[in-house]
């Protein structure tokens, strides 16, 4: 069994900074993809940011230029660093990693943290 647990959400002010944690624990040899996505009031889930297992990151538009996503494979965690946060960017937000699971894939999502951010 895989666990994902979050942490580092909260309220900030427009212009402020957060750094969004997610570790993996459990049955884990290997994690191919990470990511984070988030998802607003009313709105549909997307994706913010992912990371390879090589270290490529991908990021939305919205984002580019404000958030950088990390890994640490040895501690089996991804990071989110934001900055210069805007009131659009509210949102619970959400860590998804993909692990082999036989001869396929599985995801896995963490509980999700809110993120606030007042203007």
């Known amino acids: 069994q895989v666990q994902l647990v979050e942490s580092g959400g909260g309220l900030v002010q427009a212009g402020g900074s957060l750094r969004l944690s997610c570790a993996a624990s459990g049955s884990i040899f290997s994690i191919n993809a990470m990511g984070w996505y988030r998802q607003a009031p009313g709105k549909q889930r997307e994706l913010v940011a992912s990371i390879t297992s090589g270290g490529s990151g991908n990021y939305a538009d919205s984002v580019k230029g404000r958030f950088t996503i990390s890994r640490d494979n040895a501690k089996n965690t991804v990071y989110l660093q934001m900055n210069s946060l805007k009131p659009e960017d509210t949102a619970v937000y959400y860590c998804?990693?993909?692990?082999?699971?036989?001869?396929?894939?599985?995801?896995?999502w963490g509980q999700g943290t809110q993120v606030t951010v007042s203007s």
């Open positions: 998804k990693f993909t692990l082999p699971y036989g001869l396929r894939y599985a995801d896995y």
